[in-house]
T-cell receptor
Framework: DGGITQSPKYLFRKEGQNVTLSCEQNLNHDAMYWYRQDPGQGLRLIYY???????QKGDIAEGYSVSREKKESFPLTVTSAQKNPTAFYLC?????????????FGDGTRLSIL | RKEVEQDPGPFNVPEGATVAFNCTYS??????FFWYRQDCRKEPKLLMSVYSSGNEDGRFTAQLNRASQYISLLIRDSKLSDSATYLC???????????FGTGTRLLVSP
């Protein structure tokens, strides 16, 4: 089945540790996105990538890093510089064709601090 | 004005009721809009795309008022399974990014 796969579903981070969240898609989508959602809040954009080997900061990029070495993969690293990492992290991708297509989401990773 | 603004609710309605939510947006150049549904602790899922004046899909109708810069979502004959948070989403100019509203919570009771 085509889709977006995020792993792990739950992740715990120790103080001072970097952790990496995986996002893989087999939809042949060019554009991929990472969002953070805090309880009772909307989605906030962390990073996005329109094409392989290129990515841009979103609204809350500080303390995060990404890479886009392959079309199907867009991993997000939550670094120790991110002092409040506890949140629900969502990866999305957007299809080809008309530029105003909606995004489709993976089922998310919940990150907590130990 | 915020880029996308929604009434957080919750809207409490009985089964079978008709309910409508509004969403206002600030970018007058926006041409397309989306409504997503998000269940508790789950990812958002696309409910409807709105590319012109409106869209209808079964019990759901989305309408766009460009002059007043708002879009609405109407749900007829509400079901218990409609209980969720409904997110209004507007692309930025150039469509590189989507801006998500904080959502309107709907609770449908028996």
């Amino acid at each position: 089945d085509g889709g977006i796969t995020q792993s792990p579903k739950y992740l715990f981070r120790k103080e001072g540790q970097n952790v990496t969240l995986s996002c893989e898609q087999n939809l042949n989508h060019d554009a991929m996105y990472w969002y953070r959602q805090d309880p009772g809040q909307g989605l906030r954009l962390i990073y996005y990538s329109q094409i392989v080997n290129d990515f841009q900061k979103g609204d809350i990029a500080e303390g995060y890093s990404v890479s886009r070495e392959k079309k199907e993969s867009f991993p997000l690293t939550v670094t120790s510089a991110q002092k409040n990492p506890t949140a629900f992290y969502l990866c999305a991708s957007r299809g080809q064709g008309r530029v105003d297509q909606p995004q489709h989401f993976g089922d998310g990773t919940r990150l907590s601090i130990l | 004005r915020k880029e996308v603004e929604q009434d957080p609710g919750p809207f409490n309605v009985p089964e079978g009721a008709t309910v409508a939510f509004n969403c206002t947006y600030s970018n007058s150049a926006s041409q397309s809009f989306f409504w997503y549904r998000q269940d508790c602790r789950k990812e958002p899922k696309l409910l409807m795309s709105v590319y012109s004046s409106g869209n209808e899909d079964g019990r759901f109708t989305a309408q766009l008022n460009r002059a007043s810069q708002y879009i609405s979502l109407l749900i007829r004959d509400s079901k218990l399974s409609d209980s969720a948070t409904y997110l209004c989403v507007v692309p930025t100019t150039g469509f590189q990014k989507l801006v998500f509203g904080t959502g309107t919570r709907l609770l449908v009771s028996p």
